[in-house]
């Protein structure tokens, strides 16, 4: 008797091991003196949701069966609580990443596991500044959302790529923490609205512990603002086994023209699809770990405030010190726990099926002048339809202010005929430069490359002429790019030279800068490079109604190194009047 009860336990445990190997939401509760340190969350980050007035939150933990409850509530602008406003609480949802979610070694070498928790505040006022806690933490995050779509108020974002974290690899990026603090800096002096990474996040190529490094890096940004990804092709690309694991459901990129391999480690994607949620489709149509994440309604997410009398017992338990926003005493945290939800059988996630063929019931087609606002789908946030074809972190797109970014993958299919490019060219036709006069394009791999990089101007040239005749016929005003460890930026450019950007011109903007060994650049370089610099930093864009400043700021010394002003390309009144692009 005593052999088979043995049996069975190690049986039970094999099938939870395997289970968890697979990504599969499995939680198992944890013990009093266990919760308090495996639940302290980690690697907390910040991005816009799927509708203008949500804010999706993710973190980690080092144990499983982790509260998912997060408080929030109005701040006082100088990073204290509003004590006479509502006290919001919702529940979240766990994930694992592990392993098996992986497509090739050396990410698949060795068992991992990376315990996720997501959760959305909605109901938001936009550039209104809030507090939010996690159930389990012992310190109090400040937020400031940003503008509103379409706000005329002056719209600020930090762009740049290619850092990597200088813990495990600071050889190989020697400047990521210095641009991380010098980001830090800038914001701490002037307002920011959001950051955009633009591929090239980590570095880790297939080991876990590096990307926890970079994520503990950007977290004091990441918890403030919006931290908004595009994948490079340290995150995405061809696996070496080719065995086609890839969160978008596309199969390897590999044209014959292009030194596209296996810079990421074996990841294909899933490591960034996992750690960054960015808006589209319904976690759960994400496959892979994602597939059992459970979404609250709307109307139930925000609903779950406690009664009037013990918010405000709790609210001045928060007791939060300026600035950072650190909670006063850990005795606070219990004060303020919120329950726990452990994921039951019905919840526990599917395998990674990387196929999930989500927004592909209908084929895409624009929406009628007619239609209105309905062509988004009631959806604030501005998307086409219902996602079709959308494949967050990959490509995807969002609004805030008077900008409209599209985030495209130079690691996947772009060309005529592809799942993306189909996609693409949706979105740009429903953009409302109306409400949006700002059209934005992110990509990794740059479509003008500075000399002596051969190769990636190869692969710049073809992405041009995939691309370029698409983003002039819809008057994108500015891309944005890394790749190249330099900055650069081009002039009005159109066909490889200078065309003025009332003849539909494209400035490029090319900021690999973000702490990786920087790359050669000669002196010497085409008509259309207006300027190069060969030191680390990040670029930040100003908008203001019809008018971007632009400043490329050193990561040494906070100073401006180049600066440049553009005038949008559809002026907002101008939009209006002559209803350029579709009302949302």
Known sequence: ????????????????????????????????????????????????????????????????????????????GSGG???????????????????????????????????????????????????????????????????????????????FGDMGESHYRGHKSPSASLTAEAIEREMDARPVDLILHIGDLAYADGRYKVWDSFMDQIEPLATRVPYMVGVGNHEAGPCKAGTGNDPSGEPPFEPSWGNYGPENGGECGAMTAHRFLMPGPQLAARGGALAGVVERPRTQAAAAAAAPEVAA?????????????????????????????????????????????????????????SDGSAAASSNANGFVGKYRDARPPFWYSFRTGPVHFVVISTEHDMDEGS???????????????????????????PMYVVYPHKDNRVVGEHIRDMLEDLLLRYQVDLTVSGHVHAYYRSCAAAGGACSPR??????????GTGGKELSAVEDDQKDWCDQVLNLH????????????????ISAEDGSVADSVSLRAKVPPGSACDRGVGRRR
């Open 313 to 369: 017992a709790r609210r001045r338990s928060l007791l939060v010190t300026p600035s950072k926003g650190a909670l006063a005493s850990k005795e606070a945290v219990a004060a303020a726990a919120g329950g726990a939800r452990m994921e039951d059988e019905a919840d526990m996630a599917t395998p990674y099926l990387f196929d999930v063929p989500y927004g592909e019931e209908d084929e895409p087609s624009l929406a009628s002048e």
């Open 419 to 445: 799942k993306q490019r189909k996609w693409l060219e949706q979105e740009l036709a429903n953009v409302d430069r109306c409400t949006t006069p700002w059209l934005v394009v992110a990509l990794h791999r």
């Open 1 to 76: 008797m005593a052999a088979l009860l043995l049996a069975l336990l190690v049986a039970l445990a094999s099938n939870a091991a395997t289970a968890t190997r697979l990504g599969l939401g499995v939680q198992a509760p944890l013990s009093a003196v266990d919760r308090a340190s495996d639940c302290a969350p980690v690697e907390v980050h910040i991005a816009i949701g799927d509708h203008s007035d949500e804010m999706r939150v993710a973190w980690r933990t080092r144990g499983l069966g982790c509260p998912t409850t997060l408080s929030y509530g109005l701040g006082d």
């Open 502 to 511: 009332e003849d539909g011109g494209i400035t490029h903007f090319t900021i």
């Open 537 to 552: 930093g990040f670029g930040r864009f100003d908008v203001d109604r019809d008018t971007l400043d632009f400043s490329f």
């Open 81 to 159: 609580l509003a004590l006479d406003t509502p006290l919001l609480s919702v529940e979240g949802s766990s994930y694992v990443i592990s392993e098996g979610l992986m497509c090739d070694r050396p990410a698949r070498k060795k068992p991992f596991e990376v315990v996720m928790h997501t959760v959305t505040m909605t109901d938001l006022e936009p550039d209104t500044a809030y507090w939010y806690r996690i159930d389990g933490a012992d310190r109090t995050f400040t937020m400031r959302t940003p503008r509103a779509v379409g706000s005329p108020q002056r719209f600020s974002f930090i762009a």
